[in-house]
Every structure is written in structure tokens, then in C-alpha cells.
């Protein structure tokens, strides 16, 4: 039952933060410092992602890159930002699902640990309960053979195999 209001709760998060996403990006237009900062984001990233693709197709990369216009570089920043912000509320959400599971399955390795320990304390309980059985068996045994008893104790297991004879062996 966890589990779908874990998966459901991340996906609600997720689907709240692209309005949040769409109001940094309209406030971060507005601010005249951040708007600045965010003008120098932009052109950084022009750059860079122009060097890449011209990488990637075999053109020349020495040449200049012009620059971004102001509102073409304002609208590339917020997009990044709202970007940002998704992918990072995305993370954040994955990450915490990672170790939620993370901790179920330690508890159940836990668990599995736990029953492992008591079976094994209850396999080594019957064994020295065996070898008691044994020792208390050896002690009768000897006890017999010191009253003369031993013909009853084997009696048992002669009786048991000449009914079986007789049984086999036709009178």
C-alpha cells in the first residue's frame, strides 16, 4: 500500500513543480540582478552547446560565436531554469525512492538473517537434545549390561527380525 502513495505523492510533486517552474522563469525575467546573472547563464550555455554541435558535425570550432540578443537569452535562461528545476525535483524524487527501497530490502535481508539465526540455533538445540538422547541411551545400555539385562535391550531387534522370518519362511 506504501508503494502507490509513494509513486503517486512523487508524481503529484512532479507535476506541481512545472507551475512553480513557470514562475521562477516569469520572476527571473523580471529581477534586473538575476536577470543579468542569468543573461551571462545563457551565453555560457549558447556557447557551449554551439562548440559541441559544431563538434559533432565536423565544423570548424576556432570561429566566433555571436552572442545572444538580450531577449533571446532571458527566454534560453528560463527555459534552463525551469528545466532545472524539474530534472532536479525529478532526482530528488528518484533518490528517494532508491532508498526507500533501499531500506525495504535491508529490513527484509534483516529478516531473513533473523530466521536463518534461529533455525540454526534450533538445528544445534536438537543436536545436543540428540546427543543427550545418545549419552542417556549408552548409559542404560551399560547399566543393563551390568545387571545382566542385555538379552532384553537387544530383544527388540532380534524379536522384530525373526517375526520377520517366520513371516518370511513358510511353517
Not at 545572444?68 to 525551469?82: F, H, N, P, R, S
Not at 542417556?136 to 543393563?144: T, V
Request: proline share 3%; glycine share 6%.
Amino acid at each position: 500500500m506504501a508503494l502507490p502513495l509513494a509513486k503517486l505523492g512523487t508524481l503529484a510533486l512532479r507535476t506541481l513543480s512545472k507551475p512553480i517552474a513557470s514562475r521562477l522563469k516569469s520572476q527571473a525575467a523580471v529581477h534586473p540582478k538575476f536577470r543579468n546573472f542569468i543573461i551571462a547563464i545563457a551565453q555560457i550555455n549558447h556557447r557551449i552547446t554551439t562548440k559541441i554541435q559544431r563538434r559533432i558535425y565536423g565544423h570548424a570550432t576556432d570561429v566566433e560565436i555571436r552572442p545572444l540578443d538580450e531577449q533571446k537569452a532571458v527566454q534560453a535562461a528560463t527555459d534552463l531554469i525551469g528545466e532545472a528545476f524539474i530534472f532536479s525535483v525529478a532526482v530528488a524524487a528518484l533518490i528517494f525512492e532508491v532508498q526507500r527501497s533501499a531500506r525495504s530490502e535491508a529490513r527484509k535481508e534483516e529478516a531473513r538473517k533473523q530466521e536463518f539465526e534461529e533455525l540454526k540455533q534450533r538445528e544445534d538445540s536438537l543436536a545436543k537434545e540428540l546427543e543427550d538422547l545418545k549419552l542417556k541411551l549408552s548409559k542404560i545400555e551399560q547399566l543393563a549390561k551390568g545387571r545382566g539385562l542385555t538379552g532384553i535391550l537387544n530383544l527388540k531387534g532380534v524379536h522384530g527380525a525373526e517375526s520377520g522370518k517366520a513371516a518370511a519362511t513358510p511353517a
